[in-house]
């Protein structure tokens, strides 16, 4: 969502202003959307943005994707004393046909997480009342022995 955002604020500035320049010339025309086409998309609840580790990477991938920045995918870490919310803003995946749902492994300054055929490969994240950032900078200030993903 973010990337597209931001390529369609510029796109849109550009059609704006010609669109306006050819209201006051006169030479825009009006083109009806047939009302058959028009559809609504739904509501995102906070349940919707909760990552579920039992599906497949290119799903999980896709839903962090389309929820970054706004209004974040997330996912719940646990160890045996605490529980945590964790924000995930950028990721890449591995398929590799190994079921690690929900494990936390810590591989070249990256959080992975694994899932049901392999892993997501987390680039920026977001600790409960932290602030955004790298996973290598993340993991120096966080121990994630003993943690699992929910």
Known sequence: AGTVHD??????AALLTETIQKIF???ATKKPQPQSQVTHAPKI????????WTKDA??????IRGLSPYPTA??????????????IFKV???VNQSNQSGKIKIEN??????CSNGWIIIHE???????RMHSAAFIKGFDFENWHAE
């Open 25 to 27: 010339n006169g030479t």
């Open 7 to 12: 390529r369609l604020m510029t796109i849109g």
């Open 58 to 63: 290119l799903p999980i991938f896709n839903t």
């Open 109 to 114: 300054d990256l959080v992975w997480i694994g």
């Open 125 to 131: 994240l977001q600790l409960e009342g932290k602030k």
């Open 45 to 52: 609840f906070k349940p919707d943005c909760k990552i579920d």
């Open 74 to 87: 997330y996912t719940v870490i646990k160890n045996e004393e605490e529980v945590k919310t964790l924000k």
């Open 92 to 94: 890449d995946y591995q």
